[in-house]
């Protein structure tokens, strides 16, 4: 996000005069999902890497889960930016700069400042903090989400929408509050601690951010500006740390992977096959895994497809399963021009892993590759039982039909790929193309015409409250 600015979108809307001091869950979720959309759609840094958010929302619902909302709606995110920050947004979408991912030392380190952002939202800080200022409108509010994002992101940034709307609140509602901080560490604390991760690395990862922040005099790290740290907050961590017994954590192979994959893809494919190198010739690495992980995924990268198989040889040696390491050996082999292993590896991998969605899409992109596009769609349709809010998978299934030149099942999928994505009138649009194809039966036509139904009661109650300036979020 660094550099950059977020704009809201033409479509939002006007959603009137002040929330009530505390807003609705459902309030909280659809201005949440409407900032997390603008952050999709228009936002260069955002991170669409199914397996570093496969990641993310591995490690973050083992967190959600010993929180004090264990059944909470949550999402997680990376943003590509070297800086070390981590940021909670209403409705549970909590985005990680892969800056935090490289810094942090251990999983532990990781999970603790992940914790610390998830106990902002079941602790409702942000709402809180916002709701006190009665005067604000809604839109505001969603525009100093915004504005905030973007300056957490970078101190000297003049966002639109800083700029726009009451920039001083903005930048007055920058930093949390002590309080909202303290209580934050206090829950995220006992989350780290619940759900088996070291409790020391909290405040030992903090205490080092703070030290090297003192290099920076005014010009601090983004984290310490967004989540104001004192000496006071880091002894009570590390005071608390000390009372409980000591526990040896060590840290995940995917979270090591997850790490060589971000440094494979940093600067030129040869500058990253170097570094790696470098890194197994004088054994200087944390993992031999991932430093093997990283020097295949930069030989792809050099799209070198026979080096990358024979590098790859020493890594199956190690005889490690992790849904990346059976996404890479799959990749290998469709660089290869070989499908069926391919596949094969896909297949066996699903039914090791089957909460990986890279591993879904890549199974699904391969049959595609082989015009495999029925046995696609059967695939696609099981994995949307189980994951029915995946806008992916729609945007796979339209591409099938497609290719089959089934054009009212294609804008139908699309019409939901869209939905998914909280853009409407597209969504209205491809219904509308869909009722004018005839390659349909009359079952999925009826089917079409009651969902463009649906869609247009949305639009209609949207219309009603952009007019009267209302939304209770419902």
Same mark, same amino acid.
Do not use: C
């Given at each position: 996000?660094?550099?950059?600015?977020?704009?809201?979108?033409?479509?939002?809307?006007?959603?009137?005069?002040?929330?009530?001091?505390?807003?609705?869950?459902?309030?909280?979720?659809?201005i949440g999902e409407s900032i997390m959309?603008?952050?999709?759609?228009?936002?260069?840094?955002?991170?669409?890497?199914?397996?570093?958010?496969?990641?993310?929302?591995?490690?973050?619902?083992?967190?959600?889960?010993?929180?004090?909302?264990?059944?909470?709606?949550?999402?997680?995110?990376?943003?590509?930016?070297?800086?070390?920050?981590?940021?909670?947004?209403?409705?549970?979408?909590?985005?990680?700069?892969?800056?935090?991912?490289?810094?942090?030392?251990?999983?532990?380190?990781?999970?603790?400042?992940?914790?610390?952002?998830?106990?902002?939202?079941?602790?409702?800080?942000?709402?809180?903090?916002?709701?006190?200022?009665?005067?604000?409108?809604i839109p505001s509010m969603i525009a100093?989400?915004?504005?905030?994002?973007?300056?957490?992101?970078?101190?000297?940034?003049?966002?639109?929408?800083?700029?726009?709307?009451?920039?001083?609140?903005?930048?007055?509602?920058?930093?949390?509050?002590?309080?909202?901080?303290?209580?934050?560490?206090?829950?995220?604390?006992?989350?780290?601690?619940?759900?088996?991760?070291?409790?020391?690395?909290?405040?030992?990862?903090?205490?080092?951010?703070?030290?090297?922040?003192?290099?920076?005099?005014?010009?601090?790290?983004?984290?310490?500006?967004?989540?104001?740290?004192?000496?006071?907050?880091?002894?009570?961590?590390?005071?608390?740390?000390?009372?409980?017994p000591y526990r040896q954590v060590v840290?995940? @192979?995917? &979270?090591? /992977?997850? #790490? =060589? $994959?971000?440094?494979?893809?940093?600067?030129?494919?040869? !500058? +990253?096959? %170097?570094?790696?190198?470098?890194?197994?010739?004088?054994?200087?690495?944390?993992?031999?895994?991932?430093?093997?992980?990283? @020097?295949? &995924?930069? /030989?792809? #990268? =050099? $799209?070198?497809?026979?080096?990358?198989?024979?590098?790859? !040889? +020493?890594? %199956?040696?190690?005889?490690?399963?992790?849904?990346?390491?059976?996404?890479?050996?799959?990749?290998?082999?469709?660089?290869?021009?070989?499908?069926?292993?391919?596949? =094969?590896?896909?297949?066996?991998?699903?039914?090791?892993?089957?909460? +990986?969605? %890279?591993?879904?899409?890549?199974?699904?992109?391969?049959?595609?590759?082989?015009?495999?596009?029925?046995?696609?769609?059967?695939?696609?349709?099981?994995?949307?039982?189980?994951?029915?809010?995946?806008?992916?998978?729609?945007?796979?299934? +339209?591409?099938?039909?497609?290719?089959?030149?089934?054009?009212?099942?294609?804008?139908?999928?699309?019409?939901?790929?869209?939905?998914?994505?909280?853009?409407?009138?597209?969504?209205?649009?491809?219904?509308?193309?869909?009722?004018?194809?005839?390659?349909?039966?009359?079952?999925?036509?009826?089917?079409?015409?009651?969902?463009?139904?649906?869609?247009?009661?949305?639009?209609?109650?949207?219309?009603?409250?952009?007019?009267?300036?209302?939304?209770?979020?419902?």
């Open positions: 996000m660094a550099g950059t600015s977020f704009a809201l979108a033409d479509d939002l809307p006007d959603l009137g005069e002040s929330a009530r001091a505390e807003f609705s869950p459902q309030l909280e979720r659809k959309n603008e952050i999709r759609l228009r936002e260069p840094s955002y991170v669409d890497d199914p397996e570093i958010n496969d990641y993310l929302a591995s490690l973050g619902s083992r967190l959600v889960e010993a929180s004090a909302n264990p059944t909470g709606d949550f999402h997680f995110f990376a943003i590509r930016d070297n800086t070390v920050n981590a940021f909670a947004m209403f409705g549970g979408f909590i985005g990680v700069n892969t800056g935090t991912l490289l810094t942090a030392q251990s999983e532990s380190e990781l999970a603790g400042v992940i914790a610390h952002e998830i106990a902002h939202v079941t602790q409702n800080h942000l709402a809180r903090q916002i709701a006190k200022e009665k005067q604000n409108t100093m989400a915004l504005g905030i994002l973007a300056a957490r992101s970078n101190s000297n940034i003049a966002s639109a929408a800083i700029v726009s709307t009451q920039a001083g609140l903005v930048q007055a509602q920058l930093a949390y509050s002590r309080d909202f901080e303290r209580e934050a560490d206090r829950m995220g604390y006992q989350s780290l601690d619940k759900a088996g991760f070291d409790v020391r690395s909290m405040g030992d990862f903090f205490e080092r951010l703070q030290k090297g922040g003192r290099l920076y005099e005014n010009n601090a790290p983004v984290y310490l500006r967004s989540h104001p740290l004192t000496i006071e907050r880091i002894s009570d961590m590390q005071n608390r740390a000390q009372s409980s840290s995940s @192979l995917d &979270f090591q /992977l997850v #790490r =060589a $994959k971000l440094r494979a893809l940093m600067g030129t494919p040869r !500058e +990253a096959v %170097s570094e790696f190198e470098t890194q197994l010739r004088e054994k200087k690495y944390a993992s031999q895994a991932a430093a093997r992980y990283g @020097l295949v &995924f930069a /030989l792809m #990268r =050099a $799209k070198d497809t026979s080096a990358a198989q024979r590098e790859f !040889e +020493a890594l %199956s040696a190690l005889k490690l399963a992790s849904p990346m390491i059976a996404g890479l050996a799959a990749e290998i082999k469709t660089s290869a021009g070989d499908l069926p292993a391919a596949q =094969a590896i896909y297949r066996d991998a699903l039914q090791r892993f089957p909460q +990986a969605r %890279s591993l879904a899409y890549g199974y699904a992109e391969s049959l595609f590759a082989g015009r495999q596009y029925d046995r696609a769609l059967v695939f696609l349709d099981t994995q949307l039982q189980l994951n029915l809010a995946d806008y992916k998978l729609y945007g796979l299934q +339209a591409k099938n039909y497609a290719a089959l030149g089934k054009r009212l099942p294609q804008h139908r999928a699309q019409a939901e790929f869209y939905l998914l994505q909280g853009q409407l009138g597209q969504a209205v649009e491809q219904l509308q193309f869909a009722q004018q194809d005839s390659d349909g039966n009359f079952q999925e036509q009826s089917a079409v015409d009651a969902r463009l139904r649906e869609l247009r009661i949305l639009q209609a109650e949207e219309a009603k409250l952009k007019k009267n300036g209302a939304w209770n979020g419902g």
